[in-house]
């Protein structure tokens, strides 16, 4: 049995499709995007050398494109700080009262939470955001 060329190029997109859902590496797409170009160029009737530079151009664009996309873009802050992981930072809490060596005790959902100051400066009582959480204590910032 004899697959035609493009049959083969749609193999490939679908196994990198398959392996890329499997580990997450998103340059696998882009790779198929270049396979499936020369899928494309082999039923426009493209022989083997038009179907490689079809991949390869399309393929290593988009990889490129990808990379320098992300290359960009700025880091996404720490886990401990990031509110896309954690709901909890930006939200408000009110300091009573801060201890000689910089901690707290705040009630916060319902609990009294350890707290400490991240911020610049002195720490004084009042409103205050949660910026980051370290184990099960809040970090504050005053809020402006």
């Known amino acids: 049995m004899s697959w035609a060329s493009s049959t083969v190029w749609w193999v490939v997109v679908g196994g990198l499709v398959a392996v890329e859902l499997a580990t997450g590496t ?3 797409l882009m790779l198929a995007l270049g396979a499936a170009a020369a899928a ?14 079809a991949a390869a151009v399309v393929g290593g664009g988009a990889v490129t494109a990808w ?27 009110h300091v009573t009262a ?7 005790r705040v009630a916060y959902r ?12 002195t ?19 005053r809020a402006d």
């Open 110 to 121: 319902g609990a009294t939470w350890s707290a400490r100051h991240g911020g610049p400066g």
């Open 67 to 93: 990379h320098l996309r992300r290359q960009r873009q700025p880091p996404a802050p720490p886990a401990e700080a990031n509110r896309d992981i954690n709901l909890d930072i930006g939200t408000r809490v």
């Open 26 to 28: 998103f340059y696998l």
């Open 98 to 104: 801060w201890n000689p060596d910089g901690t707290a």
């Open 40 to 53: 494309i160029a082999a039923h426009a009737g493209g022989g083997l050398s038009a179907q490689l530079v």
């Open 123 to 141: 720490p004084q009582p009042g409103a205050h955001v949660i910026v980051a959480m370290q184990a099960n204590e809040l970090m504050l910032q």
